[in-house]
C-alpha cells in the first residue's frame, strides 16, 4: 500500500513537472488547449496523474479551465515577470544574509566551485551551461539560508522566470557583470558580513531587472 502511494506520488510529480517546465519553456503557447488524452499519450501514463497535474497548475495559475473549451495555457504574464523581479528585490537580499550567518563549509564549497565553473563558460561563452551555475550559485545561498519557506519561496520564482533569465545571461555584458556581481557576493558570505551580502544581492537582482528592461524583453510566453 505504502510503496503504490510512494509510485502515485512520484509518478503525479514527474508528470506536474513535465507539463510545468513545458509551459514556462514556451512549448505550449498562451491559449493553447491541453487535452488530457493526448497528454497521457505523450508522456506514457493515465489521464489521472495529467488531470491531477492540471488541476495544481490551475491552482497556480499557469493553466485554466474554459467552458466548454477544457484546460487552456495561461502562462507567465509581462506583470507577472516584473512583481517576481520586484519580490526577490524584496526577499532575496535575506536569503544572502541568513546564508552569511548559517552557511556550512560544505556549502561554501559548493558556493565557490558553482562560481568557478560560471566563470569558466562564462569565458567560453557557453550561455545554456552558464545559466544551470547561476541558478546552482542562488540555489546553494537559499539552502544556507537554514530557511524552508524562503527557500521553497525563491527556487519557484527561479524556475517561473527561466526563460527571462536564460534571455538575460544570453547577453555577454550581463553574463560578465553577473559573474563579478556572484564573486563580490560570495565574498561577504565568505567573510560573514550579512549587511554587505543582503545589500548586494538585493542590487545583483535590481540590476538583472534592469538588464531584461534594456534589452525590451518581450516574453513570447504571456498571455492576459
Known sequence: MGDTGQHSSSLHSRVYNQIRNDILNGVYEPGESLVETKLSEELGVSRTPVR?????????????????????????????????????????????????????????????????????????????????????????????????PLMYTLSTFHSYVQKARKVSMSSPERAAAALEEHKAIMQAIIDRDADRAEKLMTQHVKNASLNLLKQGYKNENTSD
Open 52 to 148: 491531477e497535474a492540471l488541476r495544481q497548475l490551475e491552482l497556480e495559475g499557469l493553466v485554466k479551465s474554459v467552458p466548454n473549451k477544457g484546460v487552456t495555457v495561461r502562462g507567465i504574464s509581462q506583470q507577472d515577470i516584473q512583481d517576481i523581479y520586484t519580490i526577490r528585490m524584496m526577499i532575496e537580499g535575506l536569503a544572502a544574509r541568513w546564508a552569511a550567518e548559517k552557511i556550512t563549509p560544505e556549502e561554501m564549497e559548493e558556493l565557490k566551485e558553482a562560481v568557478e565553473l560560471e566563470e569558466f563558460y562564462t569565458a567560453k561563452s557557453n550561455y545554456g551551461n552558464l545559466l544551470q551555475f547561476d541558478t546552482r550559485f542562488h540555489d546553494t545561498i537559499f539552502k544556507a539560508s537554514k530557511s524552508k
